[in-house]
């Protein structure tokens, strides 16, 4: 299986930071990166596939870059909605293994 | 407009059985594949299975080979997760999810996901 390695595993931030999270895959995955939010009791929620193609409803000030092993996920302008767990997912192959969440706190 | 909805939450004993369900509606449930996605409490996202309604085509993680069966009814829209018997250690949220295959790309990704199963199994 493709590891997925996410840092920093969490992350405090204000309203108005802008926010970076890494995904390092254990090998080459091209452009096949997911990134998804969740928050507490809900399900995860796409936010960003094939690296940096925002999925239709999401919010401009997520973007997604990268390609290879390294990954980033930015927000641009921290809202008090962004506040959730994120996750990485390679789409490489199968399994398509996950990072192991970065999450985004309050400061 | 799309929607998966999952069965109900479940207290089940080790060693008894379990069935629990997604029900596709909203698109055309034989054209997506579904996944299936296991959360312990207080842990991360991992990927079990992704499931083809249209033929059954099955893709099982090396993780869960064997633990669970994954399958699909596509009269009736819906696929299913089911053990033959439970441990402690399926304690867990569970969730299907509708999987976009981009062929031209070979990738794939989650964009729809049902609320959540939660499956407790204590004696």
């Known amino acids: 299986d493709i590891q997925m390695t996410q840092s920093p595993s969490s992350l405090s931030a204000s309203v108005g930071d802008r926010v970076t999270i890494t995904c390092r895959a254990s090998?080459?995955?091209?452009?096949?990166l997911n990134w998804y939010q969740q928050k507490p009791g809900k399900a995860p929620k796409l936010l960003i596939y094939a690296a940096s193609s925002l999925q239709s409803g999401v919010p401009s000030r997520f973007s997604g870059s990268g390609s290879g092993t390294d990954f980033t996920l930015t927000i641009s302008s921290l809202q008090p909605e962004d506040f959730a767990t994120y996750y990485c997912?390679?789409?490489?192959?199968?399994?398509?293994?996950f990072g192991q969440g970065t999450r985004l706190e309050i400061k | 407009e799309v929607q998966l909805v999952q069965s109900g939450a479940e207290v089940k004993k080790p060693g008894e059985s379990l069935k629990i369900s997604c029900k596709g509606s909203g698109y055309s449930f034989t054209s997506y594949w579904i996944g299936w996605v296991r959360q312990m409490p207080g842990k991360g996202l991992e990927w079990m299975g992704i499931?083809?309604?249209?033929?059954?085509?099955?893709r099982y993680s090396p993780s869960f080979q064997g633990q669970v069966t994954i399958s699909a009814d596509k009269s009736i829209s819906t696929a299913y997760l089911q053990w033959s018997s439970l441990k402690a250690s399926d304690t867990a949220m569970y969730y299907c999810a509708r999987t976009v295959v981009v062929p031209a790309a070979k990738t794939y990704y989650f964009d729809y996901w049902g609320q959540g199963t939660l499956v407790t199994v204590s004696s």
């Open positions: 997912q390679q789409s490489y192959s199968t399994p398509g293994t």
């Open positions: 499931i083809y309604p249209g033929d059954s085509d099955t």
């Open positions: 090998q080459s995955i091209s452009s096949y």
